[in-house]
């Protein structure tokens, strides 16, 4: 003789439910995961774009020092912008903007001359701003922007 169990058919329903509770479970928690993985990718991107911008600063600066020494500044000139884009290909990432002003400099005129801060330290001093700012190519949501100021002699 077989005996039925009316257990086991109640059991498969709540089986069912079960099932459908934990895939409904399993969904929300890999939905968060992606989320959270597409989010820190963005962060890395910036974080690494705006270290970028930071050295590409530090090496302006080394750039202008070299253009300004070999600069003719016999003929009361001297050099007070540099504009330029990095890479310097069709599809820049970063513009670059360089203004040097000088201090105690006798040959040098213009707007970015400083005459009343001369004395006998600040002769051949110059003041360099360098502005890095990501260029629209990056597509990135939040700017990118640096800002470097450096007091230089040469």
């Known amino acids: 003789m077989q005996r039925k169990s ?14 459908i509770f934990f895939m409904v479970l399993i969904t929300t928690l890999l939905t968060y995961m992606l ?14 774009l705006n270290e970028q911008a930071q050295l590409l600063a530090k090496s ?3 750039y202008a020092l070299l253009r300004v020494s070999g600069f003719d500044r016999t003929g009361g000139a001297c050099l ?22 000088y201090h105690g400099f006798a040959g040098c ?4 001359t400083v005459a009343a801060l001369v004395t006998a330290e600040s ?12 260029n629209s190519n990056l597509n ?6 640096y800002h470097r ?6």
């Open 123 to 134: 002769t051949g001093t110059m003041l360099i701003d360098v502005y890095v700012k990501g």
């Open 109 to 112: 005129t213009g707007h970015g």
């Open 60 to 62: 302006a600066v080394e």
């Open 140 to 145: 990135v949501n939040e700017p990118i922007s």
């Open 6 to 19: 009316r257990i086991l058919k109640t059991r498969n329903g709540f089986a069912m439910i079960m099932a």
């Open 80 to 101: 007070q912008n540099i504009t330029m884009t990095y890479p310097e290909i069709a599809n820049p990432m970063f513009d670059i903007n360089i203004d040097i002003n």
């Open 35 to 48: 989320a959270a993985t597409s989010e820190t990718a963005e962060r890395t991107t910036n974080v690494y």
């Open 149 to 154: 100021r450096t007091l230089q002699k040469l």
